[in-house]
């Protein structure tokens, strides 16, 4: 019977002990949270100053940069932490398998350290561990902004358009900064005395990364169209059998500025693959000879091979970190609407954003549906037809969407216009169309298909609509699609 007592006893306070500790960290994790919301203002409102700032300090951007990185960090915890204290049992929540899910980030995420991709961890364990690293480390900046924003305020400002902040999001390229910077620091270098050769900066990425939309912002900086007095883009199918007057006739002029004084030109060589390595000097050798001194050389390229032909450290772009594609997916679906006052649907847009896989046409077209309709059966709708979208193309496994490979799309509606039989409708491929070729363009958007909104069938292959670009070089993006028949068993 002692023995019995002894044991209750030990229980009932070890329960107690663990029940104490709990809400210790209970109020801990508040206090924290508190904090990190404190700290995510001050650091927001900095970064938002330096991005409407023309910043030349390379120290000074890539300070920009982390403290942006960090924001997106604090914003994504905060905002899973908001997920999580929702309770997950509601009946709307029940309708798309929120907690069942692996992608949940309300029962899931990643660890925030930049330094390694550790696997996913329940949200419950080391969470104030977590917590306070992001609030450590946000404190840190705070202490040393003073003199960060002195030296700021000492750069010009850049010229803005009124826009609101969801507004503004939308119609701007978006973390590219250090980049970007880094691009215009090399074209504005002056070359060595005596250097004969052309400086060529390769940039290089996957696939409807954001090379082309990189390169437009770059060659639309005032400083550079200051700089050169023309400024060419190379719009051949490639350089195999390139001569210097071939070249000439295959290049668009993007800018020409007579009154610079000068005869520099920037030229911008769009390529999908590698270039052979003998083309390449016989063509640069030739325009080493008719280019003026300090003319540069930008190469875009899905092949890192072209990365031997820089003449600097290249750019390789690649998709975003989860915090900053997460920042930016829910800018673009709330726009001005408040996130706190919807957690549900925040917390369904977490989940839709980490199925996306980085994708930038895809965060336009789901945010574009999204926004019609801020209903949580509706947003549950669209998750869940994202999970079946998911598994039937398998070969999308990976951290950046394969846009050029045939897969089958899910539909959000379903209608008597489209008979059993032809309930599947698949993508073959998808290319961009540039802003001059609107007669074009499809009238059918993807959006149509998935809410089936279009009033006729059409009959075999035909063409949509993706994603018409907001930003420069302001491309449409078309998918080549069909239905097929399948019979459900």
């Not at 990185?69 to 309770?87: I, N, P």
């Not at 690293?133 to 009124?162: C, G, N, T, W």
């Not at 890192?304 to 997460?326: D, H, N, Q």
């Not at 669209?382 to 490979?405: I, Q, S, T």
Request: charged fraction near 25%; glycine fraction near 6%; charge should be positive.
């Amino acid at each position: 019977m002692e023995a019995i007592i002894s044991a209750l006893l030990g229980d009932l306070v070890g329960r107690a002990i663990s029940f104490v500790a709990e809400k210790r960290n209970e109020q801990t994790a508040v206090e924290d949270l508190q904090r990190l919301r404190q700290l995510l203002l001050r650091v927001s409102a900095v970064v938002e100053e330096a991005d409407g700032r023309c910043v030349t300090n390379r120290g000074m951007i890539h300070q920009a940069s982390t403290m942006r990185e960090q924001m997106f960090r604090g914003y994504y915890l905060l905002d899973a932490f908001r997920c999580r204290e929702k309770k997950t049992g509601d009946e709307e929540m029940s309708l798309c398998s929120f907690v069942q899910s692996k992608f949940n980030p309300a029962k899931r995420f990643r660890r925030l350290s930049s330094d390694t991709q550790i696997g996913s961890i329940e949200f419950g364990r080391d969470v104030s561990k977590e917590l306070k690293h992001v609030v450590l480390v946000l404190e840190s900046m705070v202490a040393d902004m003073k003199v960060f924003v002195i030296i700021l305020m000492s750069y010009p400002r850049m010229y803005r358009q009124p826009y609101g902040a969801y507004l503004f999001f939308d119609k701007c390229m978006f973390g590219r900064q250090m980049e970007r910077e880094q691009a215009i620091s090399f074209l504005l270098q002056a070359d060595p005395l005596g250097a004969g050769s052309l400086g060529v900066l390769p940039i290089v990425g996957p696939r409807f990364i954001g090379k082309s939309t990189l390169v437009e912002y770059v060659c639309n900086d005032e400083r550079l169209r200051s700089h050169f007095s023309s400024i060419l883009l190379y719009s051949g199918n490639g350089l195999k059998d390139e001569t210097v007057m071939t070249f000439r006739d295959h290049c668009v002029i993007k800018h020409q500025n007579i009154a610079s004084g000068n005869e520099r030109s920037l030229v911008v060589i769009e390529l999908i693959g590698d270039v052979d390595e003998g083309v390449w000097k016989r063509l640069l050798h030739s325009a080493e000879r008719c280019m003026t001194s300090g003319s540069k050389i930008i190469v875009t390229s899905r092949s890192e091979k072209m990365l031997r032909f820089g003449t600097t450290e290249a750019i390789k772009l690649s998709c975003l970190s989860k915090e900053a594609y997460w920042y930016f997916f829910k800018m673009l679906v709330f726009g001005s609407t408040d996130p706190e006052e919807h957690p549900k649907l925040t917390s369904i847009a977490m989940e839709a954003a980490l199925g996306m896989r980085g994708s930038f046409i895809f965060v336009y077209i789901v945010a574009a549906l999204l926004r019609e309709n801020l209903s949580i059966q509706f947003w549950c709708r669209v998750l869940r037809n994202n999970r079946k979208y998911l598994e039937k193309n398998a070969l999308l496994a990976g951290e950046y969407l394969h846009e050029d490979k045939p897969r089958y799309v899910w539909s959000l509606a379903q209608t008597r216009r489209v008979s059993e039989d032809l309930n599947l409708f698949v993508l073959h491929d998808i290319y961009q169309k540039g802003h001059a070729a609107q007669g074009e363009v499809p009238t059918i958007t993807l959006v149509d298909v998935l809410s089936r909104t279009w009033s006729t069938v059409p009959l075999g292959k035909f063409e949509i609509l993706g994603w018409r670009s907001p930003i420069p070089p302001y491309y449409n993006y078309v998918y080549a699609c069909e239905f097929v028949r399948h019979k459900n068993p």
